[in-house]
């Protein structure tokens, strides 16, 4: 089983994460957290999910819309092992969501 190993940058990540949540009083944000980490768990199986990115990474999207997250992460074969660079929320990484306009009929 792939090995996987969280940069120490994660953790300000994390922490960047729960201050925006807890600005919009989500309640209970770490679950938020442990949702992320539980998704990442899923490349001990298959470190390849992720869609390819820039000079060698990848990335793992991470559930939708206002909960969605990127985790940016490499995967080394010849050690078996995934290395987390940075989890950013879609919005942040830069992928912009439609504008939604309801219309009363």
């Known amino acids: 089983m ?3 190993e969280i940069a ?3 953790v300000e990540d994390f922490e960047r994460i729960l201050d925006h949540l807890a600005t919009y009083q ?4 770490e679950r938020r957290i442990d949702e992320i ?3 990442l768990d899923v490349l001990e199986s298959n470190p390849l999910i992720g869609r390819p990115a820039a000079n060698g ?3 793992l999207v991470i559930g939708r819309r ?4 990127l985790a940016l992460y490499r ?3 010849e050690i078996d092992t995934v290395i987390v660079l940075a989890v950013r929320s879609q919005r942040e990484a830069g992928y912009l969501l439609p504008d939604v306009r309801y219309v009363a009929k």
């Open 8 to 10: 120490p940058e994660v």
């Open 26 to 29: 989500v309640e209970h944000p």
């Open 66 to 69: 206002a909960q969605g997250y």
């Open 2 to 4: 792939v090995r996987i």
């Open 37 to 39: 980490i539980a998704a």
């Open 57 to 59: 990474k990848r990335e």
């Open 75 to 77: 995967y080394v074969a």
